[in-house]
């Protein structure tokens, strides 16, 4: 016998505090997938000015002919926002891998009662694989 459960209105945000750890590691693993789905359209929107270069295009930059794709590749690496946005795009990348593995080893039946802590571990260890990655990313770019 099935039993009706009231979930409430959807919009009844003040839910979130019933959340546990799980609906926060799914929640967190489908915006991060969302986010590396939209990197890839960037990507490969930058990748296509390639194209130009490999047929000799270029551009004046300090009035020097500079192939396009390196001019495009140069313009954007020396943007401090673009640096903040490498950091951003690491931080999600790792999160998700970890997560992703995380949840594979739920799927094969190890850890399963220690799922919390393990997204806690996931989170710190890509809080400080993040944080250790600053100094890398931004070295060279001027604010």
Do not use: C
Not at 31 to 44: P, Q
Not at 81 to 91: F, K, P, S, T
Not at 113 to 136: C, E, H, M, N, R
Request: proline share 1%; hydrophobic share 50%.
């Amino acid at each position: 016998m099935s039993q009706s459960y009231n979930r409430g209105l959807i919009e009844d945000f003040g839910r979130w505090k019933e959340f546990s750890a799980g609906m926060w590691a799914w929640i967190f693993h489908k915006f991060t997938g969302w986010v590396l789905i939209g990197y890839l359209f960037t990507h490969i929107a930058v990748l296509s000015t390639s194209i130009g270069g490999a047929q000799g295009e270029t551009t004046m930059v300090d009035g020097e002919a500079v192939n396009v794709y390196t001019a495009t590749l140069q313009g954007l690496e020396g943007l401090f926002l673009v640096r903040l946005l490498e950091i951003g795009l690491l931080a999600v990348a790792v999160f998700h891998i970890l997560n992703g593995l995380r949840l594979l080893m739920v799927d094969l039946g190890v850890g399963l009662d220690s799922q919390d802590k393990s997204f806690y571990a996931s989170l710190v260890l890509t809080g400080a694989i993040t944080v250790a990655s600053v100094p890398t990313f931004l070295t060279g770019v001027s604010i």
